[in-house]
């Protein structure tokens, strides 16, 4: 009877140890796979880190990990041997450093952002030229009165969005080179927007980037300039009687000009990064000098008619002589 009470004891222990073990390798498994699950984590966060949401959620996947963690050492520190305790603290590592890297890129941040744009390389200016004329194929618009009695003594405004002359000849249109020649020039002079009888002198212009565009008022009314720019941050400043602002752009872009008081006061400036552009006048001609020979992509833009595009070859011995012709 007392040997076969000492065998069932040596069994039972046997099946105890066995259990220990059998739980003891499971805790380590359980650990390896959550260090792991840790590195992946770190790998994501580094690579992929669109916003602080997702980290503040990185963060508290770590501490509720942490604070797990520290259980389960607590645990095995009672039952376990004190090796078995190192390797789940070193097992950890991975995720705590990897919290650590992601607070440092978000102190420093990340090198992620676009690089700024190389600046344009200047070239000599040549001796060719482009011109020619911008033609409108159709009868010339009625005029349109759109405005006006804002002032004592002011005329009516009349609509300047598509203005036709003599022989179809279209005013208001700018020409330019595509991608043109950030060609060598000499310091530019400011140019003038003006606000007179409560429209905007020239109707339509152009710049280049940097340039100072002088906005000034001879009205003895309030306006109130709201600059739109198709990218840079938008503007909006009140003027009255001899008032000035300079504004200027540091892209090349188009940008609208209007009035919030007098809804019919627009005007366009076409902004360039290169000299190579003109306007056209009430005889719809435009000239480009100045150019290097070679071939280019010439534009024309209108504000209703919007771009055609041609390609011209300018050589030194004779000017290119081109024409654009719109039709309704």
């Known amino acids: 009877m007392r040997k076969a009470l000492a065998r069932g004891r040596r069994a039972q222990k046997t099946l105890n140890r ?12 359980i650990n390896i796979h959550e260090g792991h699950e840790g590195h992946e984590e770190c790998k994501k966060a580094l690579c992929y880190l669109p916003s602080f949401v997702l980290f503040v959620t990185f963060v508290d996947k770590n501490i509720l990990f942490v604070s797990s963690l520290r259980l389960r050492v607590s645990a095995v520190q009672k039952s376990s041997r004190q090796n078995t305790k190192l ?5 950890a590592t991975p995720s705590l450093a990897c919290l650590l890297l992601i607070a440092l890129l978000l102190m420093t941040g990340c090198d992620q952002s676009a690089s700024a744009p190389a600046v344009r390389p200047t070239v000599p200016a040549g001796t060719c030229v482009v011109r020619g004329v911008v033609r409108f194929a159709g ?3 009625v005029a349109k009165i759109i405005g006006g009695d ?7 405004v ?5 203005v036709v002359g003599n022989g179809g000849a279209l005013k208001n249109v700018v020409v330019y080179i595509k991608s043109g020649p950030n060609i060598a020039m000499p310091a530019v002079k400011d140019k003038v927007l003006a606000q007179k009888n409560c ?9 280049l980037t940097g340039q100072n565009l002088v906005v000034t008022s001879h009205d003895a009314t309030l306006h109130n300039v709201h600059v739109e720019p198709e990218n840079s941050a938008q503007q909006n400043f009140s003027q009255t009687l001899d008032a000035t602002r300079s504004v200027h752009f540091d892209q090349p872009e188009l ?24 306007v056209t006048g009430d005889d719809g001609r435009f000239e480009i000098g100045n150019l290097p020979a070679g071939t280019y992509t010439l534009v024309a833009w209108q504000e209703k008619l919007l771009t055609q595009e041609m390609s011209v070859t300018v050589t030194a011995d004779k000017p290119a002589e081109v024409k654009f012709e719109y039709r309704p």
């Open 18 to 29: 066995r259990d220990a073990e059998t739980r003891r390798r499971q805790g380590e498994e």
């Open 87 to 91: 390797r789940d603290v070193s097992r």
């Open 139 to 141: 009868p010339a618009p």
């Open 150 to 156: 804002c002032c004592p003594g002011s005329a009516p």
């Open 158 to 162: 009349v609509d300047e969005a598509l």
């Open 199 to 207: 429209r905007y002198e020239p109707h339509v212009l152009a710049i």
């Open 255 to 278: 940008v609208r000009f209007k009035c919030d008081v007098h809804p019919w006061m627009t005007a366009y400036v076409q902004v360039f990064d290169h000299p190579c552009f003109a």
